[in-house]
């Protein structure tokens, strides 16, 4: 079966940078829609940015200017870069990907979650 997993996670002192990935692996078709959600402690579950398989880009507003979401299809990964960082950038982000199989079957599958901490 597919799964994803992310890494580059990991403590950065505010005004750092960090580079999330995100790699696919099992069999797949192909990639549609990709996006970052991230969680906070005590926070719900939010959008951080989505790219389409035509590398349309959508952000939230918090991190506009700051965060770049790109895609790579030849090796199946996802990256997130991250710059300025902030304290409430702190959070477990988590990758997430709509996939189609062989079989005309589209799930849409999410990573296991990489911790960003951002404090000095």
């Known amino acids: 079966q597919v799964h994803l997993v992310e890494s580059g996670g990991g403590l950065v002192q505010p005004g750092g940078s960090l580079r999330l990935s995100c790699a696919a692996y099992?069999?797949?078709?192909?990639?549609?829609?990709m996006g970052w959600y991230r969680q906070a402690p005590g926070k719900q579950r939010e959008l951080v940015a989505t790219?389409?398989?035509?590398?349309?880009?959508n952000y939230a507003d918090s991190v506009k200017g700051r965060f770049t979401i790109s895609r790579d299809d030849v090796k199946s990964t996802l990256y997130l870069q991250m710059n300025s960082l902030k304290p409430e950038d702190t959070a477990v982000y988590y990758c997430?990907?709509?996939?189609?199989?062989?079989?005309?079957?589209?799930?849409?599958?999410w990573g296991q979650g990489t911790q960003v901490t951002v404090s000095s």
């Open positions: 997430n990907a709509d996939l189609e199989f062989l079989t005309s079957r589209v799930e849409r599958v």
């Open positions: 099992g069999i797949i078709f192909r990639i549609n829609d």
């Open positions: 790219i389409t398989s035509g590398e349309s880009t």
